[in-house]
């Protein structure tokens, strides 16, 4: 019996989502876009669920759209996934909790987009990144024109994009793509903490905090500041003193804790 290209390991408000085609790096057939786009779906659908970690079986992340696949007409898909693998990055971008990308090893053009589309990333030593669209005569469609200049600065982007060459995990903490680096069997551990972290604050405190962040990064810093002060001036309308004083010793607690870690 054939594996699930998508497995979902589901428990106490974190979901850890691992992209399953290790033979093939992970890299992004028809079956899996679809599959994933599925349980990205369901999981939004889930009121309990609070973080998402996405990380890749084997020694890949994603290796990218699958190019073997591609190469024939079944690897265009079906008519309702539209553009190839557009409705997938459009399920991530739209999606209202964190998504932890935990990437475990190469992560290559489509596979470097989805790597992209999460919140927060976490690399273990042995990831890599590039950017093969050009190497292959490809437009990017999963937004990476457009996100990794605005992570890592527009030469550097330029830089990766029209030269295809990896870039290391060491590489990638200096230049801000990702939040840390970690050896290969701490890197799902230490992304379990950070979602745990996530989980023991205000469920609504942090989508809205998403939505803030996200959609301001996308408009001038005034349009962004504009935003912050409506979303304030709507919840400062239904502030509650009492809500803020049941939580503050929590705070309090919790500051004392990680001054004596």
């Given at each position: ?126 990831a890599r990144f590039a950017d093969t669209h050009a190497r292959l005569g490809l437009r990017p469609g999963g937004g990476l024109s457009q996100k990794l200049p ?83 001036d709507e919840q400062a309308r239904k502030f509650s003193p009492a809500g803020v004083a049941a939580r503050r010793q929590g705070v309090m607690d919790r500051g004392r804790e990680q001054k004596n870690r």
């Amino acid at each position: 019996m054939s594996q699930p290209v998508i497995l979902v390991e589901k428990k106490d408000g974190l979901a850890v989502v691992t992209l399953n085609r290790p033979q093939a790096m992970n890299a992004m057939s028809w079956e899996l876009r679809q599959a994933l786009t599925a349980a990205l779906e369901e999981l939004a659908l889930d009121p309990d669920l609070r973080v998402v970690i996405l990380t890749g079986a084997g020694r890949a992340f994603c290796a990218g759209m699958d190019l073997k696949e591609l190469s024939t007409e079944a690897g265009f898909g079906q008519p309702e996934e539209g553009p190839i693998g557009l409705k997938l990055f459009q399920t991530i971008w739209g999606f209202d909790r964190p998504i932890i990308g935990a990437v475990n090893g190469p992560a290559v053009t489509g596979g470097f987009e989805l790597a992209l589309g999460c919140d927060i990333l976490y690399a273990s030593t042995e990831a890599r990144f590039a950017d093969t669209h050009a190497r292959l005569g490809l437009r990017p469609g999963g937004g990476l024109s457009q996100k990794l200049p605005r992570i890592i600065g527009e030469a550097r982007a330029k830089e990766m994009s029209f030269t295809g060459n990896f870039i290391n995990a060491d590489q990638a903490l200096a230049w801000g793509l990702v939040n840390r680096v970690l050896p290969p069997d701490q890197l799902l551990p230490a992304c379990r903490t950070l979602a745990q972290d996530i989980i023991s604050c205000v469920p609504a405190a942090i989508k809205d905090y998403k939505k803030l962040i996200t959609t301001g990064m996308a408009k001038s810093l005034e349009e962004g500041l504009r935003l912050e002060g409506e979303m304030y001036d709507e919840q400062a309308r239904k502030f509650s003193p009492a809500g803020v004083a049941a939580r503050r010793q929590g705070v309090m607690d919790r500051g004392r804790e990680q001054k004596n870690r």
